[in-house]
């Protein structure tokens, strides 16, 4: 393997990476660039220092295109937006997703709950790819593919490789991304199950950072 030379800093040291073991997946190629690695994050802090190739801004409220804005803002790297399919429905969905395109997204994600019909009038609205999350194998997967979902994103918490492995029998060549679990066997179990990129969520919060940061300085003292 070539050798790759890497520039930090100073200042930079200490930021968030994704866990070495994503880089095994195959990645999916949007507008010509290559996803491998999702940080599942709303917190713009996270999201400016982090080394994901991408973000998952999905959050358990109705979406707010004021939220989606500050993320873009504060993303250098690729945004898919939550709109709803949940809480919010109809065509609410459709107008959120293609105010999150106007605002240069790089998809919809639209949660598990989402009528067919709602996905097949936002793939004839938006030309981003639609995400449509599966979290169970009684899932309707068939269902989503002909209603015009271009990526499944599976969240099925522990399930999530039987969850991947089932649909990639199926779909050798569908755009799957997943939740990779808490460790680098969890995370290589899905990615070998069929899983094409991986969200991550990392457990360095701010307020976790802060409290090492913290300790530090009253042990300095």
Known sequence: MAFVPEFDGILRSHMIKVPEVISKASGIKIFGKKIRSIVFSTDVAIVKNINADAVMAVYPFTPQPIITKAIMIAADIPVFCGVGGGITTGHRVVELAMDAEFQGAIGVVVNAPTPNEVIEKLRSS????????????KSDVESRIKAGANIINVSGAQYTPNIVREIRKKHPELAIM?????????????????????????KETPAYLFKEIMDRYRAEL
């Open 126 to 137: 938006i030309d981003i790819p639609v995400c449509v999350t599966i979290v169970s194998l």
């Open 178 to 202: 997943a939740t990779g679990g808490p460790t680098e066997e969890t995370i290589l179990e899905t990615i070998e199950a069929g899983a094409n990129a991986i969200t991550f969520t990392p």
